[in-house]
């Protein structure tokens, strides 16, 4: 079906701010980008016409890593649950969490992960699942919630460990290997996936080289935490005589199409390694925070020229908020209110994550010009100031915050996901209902009730 999206501010993130403009979609792309003038009315039995006046429009978002079981997690209270470090954090809530989690549990965290993500404007998500109690098939049935039934563009992966024992690792590279050998079988371009590792001080080094093995026919990399608490870089060199990146380099792990998320505790020349292997990093400075995990040397990174993308690594569903809270912490870590800038954050919003999530689809997509797809997020966004194509970032920082702005309408692919903040489809409170009685039941399971 083809649609007109009638008014409105356009942000092409292609150099152009359109004011009352059109964009045309066909055949899930966008056709035609412009000034009402120039683009024609379309007529009733040829599509549909939806009223964007006064809105703003932009490329639909990208979340480059994160964790949809995560959110069945929120509200939990843990009895003796103080951690004092990252490696706390992981034994005393998230271990213990993925081990209970069921295919009910999966099913549902995914579905409200996605739900939340679109009504922030996410239409790509890049998800990092694990769950030791039930590993095979959990990434179809996240396919069949996030995709199928929500409606978003996902890559999906799972996190091979051997923290649980060879047998549970392995299960874990069976399930990869499974779900990339399906996604390559299908003829759409809303799949994709990597191969998921959960950081090398929970893999031994078989581990790494069989995964190596399987890369070598694979068109995908590996998703991975790297350096996000000192612990990993403590075990490489207390076990390996090496720093992370070179442990995982010599197993030949990092490539053009391996995304490596965090990089907080790098070394120097760790991260000129980095430079010459052109990875993806993503950079997730809320749980980061939230875990006392460190500041991430981001500046750094992108002087080298490497792609750095943003995650939440499922703290949160905004990308908004990622973006704000990304300069802010730079400004505050350094001590400087001129210490980066918003273009340097843009472009790890508007650029990076936009190439690599071209890289794993292997389409167009983040702008709003002719032959991209149409991934679009309609913001209802009443601006008291201008807005130009030079000071659209500072909206974006200063004015989208609180109930200054709603994400109203959503289109992935083409289709309206979301339409005037509802659901396209689906009744949201049946879904919510449902979710609190999955997550009471999951809760009881980790609290051993």
Not at 330 to 351: A, C, I, N, T
């Amino acid at each position: 079906m083809s649609y007109l999206l009638d008014g409105g501010t356009i942000w092409t993130n292609n150099g152009e701010l359109i004011e009352d403009g059109r964009i045309l979609i066909e055949n899930g792309e966008i056709a035609q980008a412009g000034s009402s003038e120039e683009i024609a009315d379309l007529p009733e039995d040829e599509g549909e016409t939806i009223d964007c006046s006064r809105k703003l429009l932009t490329p639909g978002f990208v979340n480059a890593h994160t964790h949809l079981y995560s959110t069945l997690a929120r509200g939990l209270v843990l009895p003796n649950y103080s951690p004092e470090n990252l490696s706390e954090v992981l034994t005393g809530l998230w271990w213990k969490l993925d081990r209970k989690l069921d295919r009910e549990a999966t099913r549902t965290s995914a579905r409200i992960g996605a739900i939340e993500l679109l009504k922030n404007g996410v239409t790509t998500v890049f998800d990092h699942h694990s769950s030791p109690s039930h590993t095979e098939g959990s990434l179809q049935l996240i396919e069949e919630e996030v995709v199928e039934k929500i409606g978003l563009r996902s890559s999906l992966c799972y996190e091979v460990t051997d923290r649980n024992g060879r047998g549970e690792a392995q299960q874990g590279i069976r399930e990869n290997l499974d779900w990339l050998s399906a996604v390559s079988n299908r003829n759409d371009d809303l799949t994709s996936g990597q191969f998921g590792l959960h950081a090398s001080f929970t893999l031994s080094s078989d581990t790494l080289e069989e995964v190596s093995s399987y890369l070598e026919d694979l068109e995908t990399g590996i998703h991975i935490h790297l350096a996000e608490g000192r612990e990993d870089q403590d075990d490489s060199l207390n076990q390996y005589g090496e720093r992370v990146v070179t442990r995982l380099d010599n197993h030949g792990l990092i490539d053009e199409h391996a995304i490596l998320a965090h990089g907080i505790h790098l070394s120097e020349p760790e991260k000129d390694l980095l430079a010459d292997r052109d990875p993806f990093l993503v950079h997730n400075p809320r749980s980061n925070m939230n875990n006392g995990a460190g500041v991430a040397d981001v500046e750094g990174l992108l002087n080298r020229g490497l792609s750095v993308g943003l995650g939440n690594d499922g703290l949160g569903f905004s990308m908004i908020d990622e973006f704000r809270a990304t300069l802010l912490l730079q400004k505050l870590y350094h001590g400087s209110p001129s210490f980066m800038g918003l273009e340097d954050v843009g472009r790890m919003l508007f650029e990076d994550n936009y190439k690599l999530a071209e890289d794993a689809f292997g389409i167009k997509l983040g702008k709003l010009s002719p032959g991209y797809r149409a991934d679009i997020a309609v913001l209802n966004y009443p601006s008291p100031t201008p807005i130009t194509e030079e000071n659209f970032l500072g909206h974006l920082f200063f004015g989208t915050s609180g109930n200054n702005y709603e994400v109203e309408t959503v289109f992935v692919d083409g289709e309206p996901v979301l339409r005037d903040s509802e659901l396209v489809g689906l009744n949201e409170s049946d879904i919510y209902r449902d979710a609190r009685k999955v997550s009471e039941r999951l809760w009881k399971r980790l609290k051993g009730k």
